[in-house]
Structure formats: structure tokens, C-alpha cells
């Protein structure tokens, strides 16, 4: 057993660097020099193909290699938490679609001749409660699992790890892009989980 949760720790090791790789800006610039302003319009595009195409042997790794449970949660707790998980999703989807669902999949600006530089700092709806609602709705739906093995406990931990050593990383990307709007966001706001008296001022902008 301890092999297989190495080998899961090493292959979302490998993965969370290539994804957190391929996010950096210095990335995109390399690219956009490479192959022209041109690269702005499906270096998203590209960027989630890989992140799918590349998470597939982690997922054929979980369902080949031996594993072990460790809790099943009876009824009707077990629905609980998946009633839990369908909310989860809903909220996931909410987040996405905030942020612009067709320009997080990276299909907006294959359709633009010139898409835009920098993205838009969100601060209402969901986002006024937590800074990154698309890892917090991710970690909720995971984690109310009702079925636990080893190897699921391993990606779990790994994945909650990653969501916060990357966000780390992408919250300077975004003080880089918008400046004080980004520090003042961050000053009110919660990181990955809300918490009670916490929020970003309703109708008070970032900028």
C-alpha cells in the first residue's frame, strides 16, 4: 500500500508543477514571443487541454492501483453529504460563471482578433466572501465524500496542499495585475474559506 500512495504523492507532485508551470507569466511571455500576439487568443484553451489530458494517469493510477478503505458513511448521513456535494457543484458552477464561463474555458478569445491582456478583478457575489470560491466549492465537494479509501485520502490531501500553495502564487499574479484594488480585495476578504464577519463591503469596489 505505501507504494501506491508514493506513487500518487509523486504524480500529483509532477502534475502541480507542470500546471503551475505552464500558468506562470513568464510561460506566457515565452510564448507570445515565440509565436506572435497571436498565442494570447488559446494559450487558455491550451492551458486546460493539458491540465485534463495530463490528469488522466492520475486517475487511471487510482482505479489500478490496490487500495484500501478506510470509512463508508451510513445512511442517512451519507446522503447528507452528497446533497452536500450537489450544493458544492452548484456553487462551483456559480464561481465559474462569474469569472466569465466561456473565458475560463479559454473559448472567448479564440473568438476575439484581440483579447485583452488582463482579466477582471471580481469582488461581488460569491467572490465577496471567499478570494478563491472555485478551490473552496473544489475542496467542499471533494472532502464530503461519503466513500474513503487511501488512495483518495492521498489525492485529497495532495489536491488541498496544491489549492493553497497555488493560490499563494496566483494571488501575486494578481497584486501584479491590479495593483492596491488587489491588496484592499485581499485586506477584507478570505483566502479559501469564508469565515463569519468576513467579507468584502457589498456595492464597495476593489478599484
Known amino acids: 500500500m505505501l507504494w501506491s500512495v508514493l506513487l500518487i504523492i509523486i504524480s500529483l507532485a509532477v502534475y502541480a508543477g507542470l500546471h503551475s ?12 514571443r515565440v509565436f506572435g500576439p ?12 493539458v491540465a485534463v489530458v495530463t490528469f488522466l494517469p492520475i486517475l487511471l493510477l487510482m482505479a489500478l492501483l490496490p487500495d484500501r478503505l478506510l470509512y463508508l458513511v451510513p445512511s442517512p ?10 450544493l458544492a457543484l452548484g456553487g462551483l458552477t456559480a464561481a465559474v460563471a462569474q469569472t466569465n464561463a466561456w473565458h475560463f ?7 476575439d482578433p484581440q483579447p485583452a491582456q488582463t ?12 478570494r478563491h470560491p472555485i478551490y473552496f466549492f473544489s475542496l467542499l465537494f471533494l472532502w464530503l465524500s461519503p466513500v474513503m479509501t487511501l488512495n483518495q485520502l492521498t489525492l485529497y490531501v495532495m489536491v488541498t496542499l496544491y489549492f493553497y500553495v497555488g ?17 484592499r480585495y485581499r485586506q477584507y476578504t478570505p483566502r479559501l ?15
Open 21 to 32: 508551470l505552464t500558468a506562470a507569466s513568464g510561460v506566457k511571455a515565452w510564448a507570445r
Open 38 to 49: 497571436a498565442s494570447d487568443r488559446w494559450y487558455r484553451l491550451v492551458y486546460n487541454i
Open 77 to 86: 448521513w451519507r446522503w447528507l453529504m452528497v446533497a452536500g456535494q450537489v
Open 105 to 111: 474555458l479559454g473559448l472567448a478569445q479564440l473568438l
Open 119 to 130: 482579466g477582471r478583478l471580481v469582488v461581488s457575489g460569491l467572490y465577496r466572501w471567499v
Open 167 to 183: 493560490s499563494i502564487f496566483e494571488e501575486r499574479r494578481l497584486e501584479a495585475e491590479f495593483g492596491e484594488a488587489y491588496r
Open 193 to 207: 474559506f469564508p469565515l463569519p464577519g468576513r467579507s468584502f463591503p457589498a456595492g464597495k469596489e476593489a478599484e
